[in-house]
């Protein structure tokens, strides 16, 4: 690929080459306009079934109801998100004392 060849044949595979980068974006315009679309028809269904539930399935005593992803997290990353969805601005907390759990200095050490 990189011996002597003429101007014609340089031109050439510059051509080919910006065909090629043509084709390549058109294809991730096509990609990106199909998944902009599918993304957007997840986020209707999602909000249409939250309606529906909202609607019929009203939060007893005015209990907020957490995400189900919350469930999974540690006790640290759980009041983190519970901060990120009421808006409020992350603050850190204390490690979990390992003696007894709770929150504290992080090193087991009885007060």
């Known amino acids: 690929m990189f011996g002597l060849i003429t101007r014609r044949e340089l031109d050439r595979e510059v051509a080919s080459l910006r065909k090629l980068l043509e084709q390549a974006e058109w294809e991730w315009a096509d990609w ?55 808006g409020r601005s992350f603050t850190h907390h ?5 003696a007894t759990g709770n929150p504290g200095d992080g090193g087991g050490s009885t007060r």
């Not at 609607?55 to 640290?76: G, K, M, Q, R, W």
């Not at 204390?94 to 390992?98: G, N, W, Y």
């Open 32 to 86: 990106y306009q199909k998944f902009r679309n599918l993304h957007a028809r997840l986020a209707k269904s999602i909000a249409a079934e939250e309606r529906r539930q909202g609607a019929s399935d009203p939060a007893p005593n005015d209990v907020p109801t957490e995400p189900a992803f919350l469930a999974h997290l540690d006790p640290i990353s759980r009041s983190i998100w519970r901060q990120r969805l009421a």
């Open 94 to 98: 204390p490690a979990p004392d390992s």
